[in-house]
T-cell receptor, first 116, second 115 residues
């Protein structure tokens, strides 16, 4: 079974600074997808960024980018120029690309605080 | 922008009672999901639903649980006889299609408290 680990329960960053959120996962599969979801306080989870495992190039979405290290099974999220609105719970998630499984496997989440 | 909605936001029930959690997925989505998060633990997959039947379920989703799409808009999760350990945040999600990096859109959740 696949597992996702987010070892840092909380982090803080100063506004305008850069922060990196770590995520590791365990799988025996070669083809899969990885996601970062953001959940602001009292709001729904929204997708921040996704990565297909077969792609070597790291995904980027504006101020958000990932460092995908397939051999190390690591998938970290970098937030550049942090803004107050980035404060949220961040969840790393895995989804198999094999066998038609739709389920997301989540890490425990990490609370990011952005200090003005 | 279309959103997944869930009602109620908070449900308190007594052990042994039946509860129905309701979700309205995004209107053109065809795949529906339930996840739950017990306080302090990971978000866990419960079930996925497509074409009016369960397509995948986890070992958590036992006979106490059922899902239904009673009409063209609602998607419900029923817990037949609630236990204390069913207390959790329940998230509904929907997606447009199965293949590839299809995004699952989540609702805000229903907090279920079983006393």
């Amino acid at each position: 079974a696949q597992t996702v680990t987010q070892s840092q329960p909380e982090m803080s960053v100063q506004e305008a600074e850069t922060v990196t959120l770590s995520c590791t996962y365990d799988t025996s599969e070669s083809d899969y997808y990885l996601f970062w979801y953001k959940q602001p306080p009292s709001r729904q989870m929204i997708l921040v960024i996704r990565q297909e495992a077969y792609k070597q190039q790291n995904a980027t979405e504006n101020r958000f980018s990932v460092n995908f290290q397939k051999a190390a099974k690591s998938f970290s999220l970098k937030i550049s120029d942090s803004q107050l609105g980035d404060a949220a719970m961040y969840f790393c998630a895995y989804r198999s690309a094999q066998g038609g499984s739709e389920k997301l496997v989540f890490g425990k989440g990490m609370k990011l605080t952005v200090n003005p | 922008e279309p959103e997944v909605t869930q009602t109620p936001s908070h449900q308190v029930t007594q052990m042994g009672q039946e509860v129905i959690l309701r979700c309205v997925p995004i209107s053109n989505h065809l795949y529906f999901y339930w996840y739950r998060q017990i306080l302090g633990q990971k978000v866990e997959f419960l079930v996925s639903f497509y074409n009016n039947e369960i397509s995948e379920k986890s070992e958590i989703f036992d006979d106490q649980f059922s899902v239904e799409r009673p009409d063209g808009s609602n998607f419900t999760l029923k817990i037949r006889s609630t236990k204390l350990e069913d207390s959790a945040m329940y998230f509904c999600a929907s997606s447009e299609r199965l293949a590839g990096v299809d995004e699952q859109y989540f609702g805000p959740g229903t907090r279920l408290t079983v006393t």
